[in-house]
């Protein structure tokens, strides 16, 4: 079975500072890998996501994330966050099968100071 | 339009009563999901069905039983709470066949609190 670990549990940083969340997963096959940001008092979305191809990948509120196979790795930056990014972020794996199952790694929450 | 509601939003109930959640999806997806987040934000699955069939059952007490009449509905059914029980539960939804295959989009949760 698929294992997830995200290595900061509680990250606060001061606006325009350069954000790095770590994320490791133990999955012998091919994977999907995902972002999923959960902001306060909100539903789970998706931040980006990861199939195939280029392994570093662009999502939504300038936030990417690189995939290096070598270290089972998926790390999620920004350049610079803002306060609107305090927010709870989980990792997300799933095997590269139809009906597979996402596991979720126990989250990182962000707290931004203005 | 919400692509997938839940209804209740939130659940404050007894220990020893019966609940459930409904959840609804309107994006012609295939495959819908239960989700448990705990207290610590720790969230796992409970269930999968795609297109009204059983596919993933994880380790879940028998007191929980989902229900999906058809593919755009996935209701959760439970008998005798626990103090244990209180979480927020969210409901999911993805396609399959790529691209977009196993991309959750999620309710809005339902905060359950057992008393």
């Known amino acids: 079975a698929q294992s997830v670990s995200q290595h900061n549990h509680h990250v606060i940083l001061s606006e325009a500072a350069s954000l790095e969340l770590g994320c490791n997963y133990s999955?012998?096959?091919?994977?999907?890998l995902f972002w999923y940001v959960q902001y306060p008092g909100q539903h789970l979305q998706l931040l980006l996501k990861y199939f195939s191809g280029d392994p570093l990948v662009k999502g939504i509120k300038g936030f990417e994330a690189e995939f290096i196979k070598s270290k089972f790795s998926f790390n999620l930056r920004k350049p610079s966050v803002q306060w609107s990014d305090t927010a709870e972020y989980f990792c997300?794996?799933?095997?590269?099968?139809?009906?597979?199952?996402?596991?979720f790694g126990d989250g990182t929450t962000l707290t931004v100071k203005p | 339009d919400t692509a997938v509601s839940q209804t209740p939003k939130y659940l404050v109930t007894q220990m020893g009563n019966d609940k459930s959640i409904k959840c609804e999806q309107n994006?012609?997806?295939?495959?819908m999901y239960w989700y448990k987040q705990d207290s610590k934000k720790f969230l796992k699955i409970m269930f999968s069905y795609n297109n009204k069939e059983l596919i993933i059952n994880e380790t879940v007490p028998n007191r929980f039983s989902p229900k999906s009449p058809d593919k755009a509905h996935l209701n959760l059914h439970i008998n005798s709470l626990e103090l244990g029980d209180s979480a927020v539960y969210f409901c999911?939804?993805?396609?399959?066949?790529?691209?977009?295959?196993?991309?959750?989009?999620f309710g809005a949760g339902s905060r359950l609190t057992v008393l």
């Open positions: 997300a794996v799933n095997p590269n099968t139809n009906a597979g199952k996402s596991t």
């Open positions: 994006l012609g997806h295939d495959t």
């Open positions: 999911a939804s993805s396609p399959i066949g790529s691209p977009g295959a196993n991309v959750l989009t």
């Open positions: 999955y012998g096959g091919t994977v999907n």
